[in-house]
């Protein structure tokens, strides 16, 4: 595939629940970045990963939030002991070095999460 | 509190007009600006860019104008056609900022047939 992928596309949790969502960047974009995007709101950055590691994760709101990319490529978001507000599309993008604000950045589809 | 707005949630022109869609920010310390354009059930894509120390930058059907003065940006879309009804997402970033953008919440444009 030639675009970033994200799963699953929708995902329906219960309130306290664990969730996992997975972000397959495009090949060869060695940074990687997620968003968030609530109900008419733009997408609110959560963290971005330069390589394996976390370059900026300033954007979590919480300790409950926590993002891995163990091997450079794929990326998971984490979120435990799910709310209600957590309920949102969540974006990852990859670009191609990250090193400059140049560096456009492409975009999956989104998982949307519900929390119920 | 909001630092990239764009005023309008929703804009209706009719095809071969012009579109014009406004983006305002507060922090004087943006570089650089983008304009996303997204689909339903897809992914924001990348459309134009422009860094502050231009004021003007065209590419086709859409040219971006900037007006640091007045912390101001505008997409201008000539003509417009129906495959451009989409929500458009103005995005900035700071020196600071690392490499994240700041979004405004977006404009749903309607171009009708």
């Known amino acids: 595939g030639a675009g970033v992928s994200q799963t699953p596309s929708n995902k329906v949790t219960e309130k306290g629940k664990y969730v996992e969502l997975r972000c397959d960047p495009i090949?060869?974009?060695?940074?990687l970045y997620w968003y968030r995007q609530s109900l008419g709101q733009g997408p609110e950055f959560l963290i971005y990963?330069?390589?394996?590691?976390?370059?900026?994760d300033s954007g979590l709101p919480n300790d409950r939030f926590f993002a891995v990319r163990p091997e450079g490529s794929v990326s998971t978001l984490k979120i435990q002991r799910t709310e209600r507000g957590d309920s949102a599309v969540y974006l990852c993008?990859?670009?191609?070095?990250?090193?400059?604000?140049?560096?456009?950045?492409?975009f999956g589809p989104g998982t949307r999460l519900t929390v119920l | 509190d909001q630092q990239v707005k764009q005023n309008s949630p929703s804009l209706s022109v009719q095809e071969g007009r012009i579109s014009i869609l406004n983006c305002d920010y507060t922090?004087?310390?943006?570089?650089?600006f983008l304009w996303y354009k997204k689909y339903p059930a897809e992914g924001p894509t990348f459309l134009i860019s422009?860094?502050?120390?231009?004021d003007k930058n065209e590419d086709g059907r859409f040219t971006v104008f900037l007006n640091k003065s007045a912390k101001h940006l505008s997409l201008h879309i000539v003509p417009s056609q129906p495959g451009d009804s989409a929500v458009y997402f103005c995005?900035?970033?700071?020196?600071?900022?690392?490499?994240?953008?700041?979004f405004g919440p977006g404009t749903r444009l309607s171009v009708l047939p």
């Open positions: 990963f330069q390589g394996t590691g976390a370059a900026d």
């Open positions: 422009i860094s502050s120390i231009k």
């Open positions: 090949s060869g974009h060695t940074a």
């Open positions: 995005a900035a970033h700071a020196g600071n900022y690392g490499q994240n953008f700041v």
């Open positions: 922090n004087s310390m943006f570089d650089y």
């Open positions: 993008a990859s670009s191609f070095a990250g090193t400059g604000i140049t560096d456009t950045q492409y």
